[in-house]
């Protein structure tokens, strides 16, 4: 069955830290990957996808991620954290049926990230 | 940007009534979804909408849900007769195309079964 695993459910920084949250999927076929962003008391944002091409995509509010195949992985990363960042953060896979065309998002438990000033 | 919309932000039912989640998705897209999150859980996939009807459903969707698209913009959830373990937020979404550009996610309702 396909499944996402978070590694980290909380991760505390100061501002200015590096982050990185691991995201582990498991899934044979062809992925579309995404990391999805939750403020507090809002809903999902998306941040980054990845569908093919250059492993490394780089999302909004500078956030980026990388998919290595080999390793079934698509870790988010931002270099320098803010306030602002506080949020849960939820990796997921996207998976397709049979048929390849119906579809579900299958949604890591999250990473509830704090970013202290 | 477009956004899919959604009502009532919060409804407090009391348990065994039946309650109606109300979406506009984007109007140029074509699939349709519910996504759940109880609190301080996963989100987690309850059915998917193509084509005026359902092209999957998690186990979660059991017949006490079902969902349906009235007209050309709204897409409704409905549960007949709620549980306490129905307490949950509830986000719809939508996408052009089998989400693989991704989806669009509405702010959600917080749905409280006392």
């Known amino acids: 069955a396909q499944s996402v695993s978070q590694h980290n459910h909380h991760v505390i920084l100061s501002e200015a830290a590096s982050l990185e949250l691991g995201c582990n999927y498991s899934?044979?076929?062809?992925?579309?990957l995404f990391w999805y962003v939750q403020y507090p008391g809002q809903h999902l944002q998306l941040l980054l996808k990845?569908?093919?091409?250059?492993?490394l995509v780089k999302g909004i509010k500078g956030f980026e991620a990388e998919f290595i195949k080999s390793k079934f992985s698509f870790n988010l990363r931002k270099p320098s954290v803010q306030w602002s960042d506080t949020a849960e953060y939820f990796c997921?896979?996207?998976?397709?049926?049979?048929?390849?065309?119906?579809?579900?998002?299958?949604f890591g438990a999250g990473t509830r990230l704090a970013v202290h000033p | 940007e477009p956004e899919v919309t959604q009502t009532p932000s919060h409804q407090v039912t009391q348990m065994g009534q039946e309650v109606i989640l109300r979406c506009v998705p984007i109007?140029?897209?074509?699939?349709f979804y519910w996504y759940r999150q109880i609190l301080g859980q996963k989100v987690e996939f309850l059915v998917s909408?193509?084509?005026?009807?359902?092209?999957?459903k998690s186990e979660i969707f059991d017949d006490q849900f079902s969902v349906e698209r009235p007209d050309g913009s709204n897409f409704t959830l409905k549960i007949r007769s709620t549980k306490l373990e129905d307490s949950a937020m509830y986000f719809c979404?939508?996408?052009?195309?089998?989400?693989?550009?991704?989806?669009?996610f509405g702010s959600g309702t917080r749905l409280t079964v006392v």
């Open positions: 109007s140029n897209h074509l699939y």
């Open positions: 979404a939508s996408s052009v195309a089998g989400g693989g550009y991704g989806y669009t």
């Open positions: 899934y044979g076929g062809t992925v579309n």
């Open positions: 909408f193509y084509n005026n009807e359902i092209s999957e």
């Open positions: 990845y569908f093919s091409g250059d492993p």
């Open positions: 997921a896979v996207l998976w397709r049926g049979l048929s390849g065309g119906y579809n579900k998002l299958i």
